[in-house]
């Protein structure tokens, strides 16, 4: 069973969306503040690692990660 979920990509910068998925999930929904570049950032840990910048993927993520916001169920889903 899930407590919580993390959302990344194009549609985790929709409002409307994320609150849509948590009040029909009933979940908490976490959104990394890189949300639609999260593949970028986990490729620019994989180069660190590479380059010795980082020791590894929980090292690189630990220094280089961003705020998040959360979006909670029960929330009025509203267009922008």
């Known amino acids: 069973r899930a407590d919580r979920l993390a959302m990344v990509g194009g549609p ?6 994320t609150q849509i998925l948590a009040d029909e999930l009933g ?4 959104l990394p503040e890189a949300g639609a570049y999260a593949g970028a950032l986990g ?10 910048v980082f020791t590894d993927e929980a090292s690189g993520f630990k220094r ?8 909670k169920p029960g929330g009025r889903a509203t267009a922008a």
């Open 12 to 17: 985790s910068e929709s409002p409307v969306w």
């Open 27 to 30: 979940l908490e929904i976490v």
């Open 43 to 52: 490729a620019a840990i994989l180069a660190g690692i590479g380059r010795g």
């Open 64 to 71: 280089i990660r961003s705020g998040s916001r959360i979006v």
